[in-house]
Nanobody, 126 residues
Framework: QVQLVESGGGLVQAGGSLRLSCAAS????????MGWFRQAPGKERELLAG????????YYADSVKGRFTISKDNAKNTCYLRMNSLRAEDTAVYYC???????????????????WGQGTQVTVSS
């Protein structure tokens, strides 16, 4: 079992930055690929960024490429999402998720992620 707790959300003006953190407990963090998702009202949950358990590979959705950066500190059992140049359309509830990945793969679908945090609200005012 893995427990995930997000923090760092809030209200920010367009063009601003936020850093989300996802603290994990329960198992060997390096065995888990991590993903950051978001869901806005009336929209499907969207994978924004992913990182392998080792931290060696990353993935970004086109909507956030060049603005968001995912990172992982296995010593601290924490995954981060640095968000720059925020836009009003980035407003959503943001979730971190963990996928058991002993072969260091990077799942691209929400269904592949076994554990989820409770979500943190990010609101970008224009």
């Amino acid at each position: 079992q893995v427990q995930l707790v997000e923090s760092g959300g809030g209200l920010v003006q367009a063009g601003g930055s936020l850093r989300l953190s996802c603290a994990a407990s329960g198992r060997t963090f390096s065995w888990y690929a991590m993903g950051w998702f978001r869901q806005a009202p009336g929209k499907e949950r969207e994978l924004l960024a992913g990182i392998t358990g080792s931290g060696g590979r990353t993935y970004y959705a086109d909507s956030v490429k060049g603005r968001f950066t995912i990172s992982k500190d296995n010593a601290k059992n924490t995954c981060y999402l640095r968000m720059n140049s925020l836009r009003a359309e980035d407003t959503a509830v943001y979730y971190c998720a963990a996928a058991y990945s002993p072969l260091d793969s990077l799942p691209g679908r929400a269904e592949a992620y076994n554990y989820w945090g409770q979500g943190t609200q990010v609101t970008v005012s224009s």
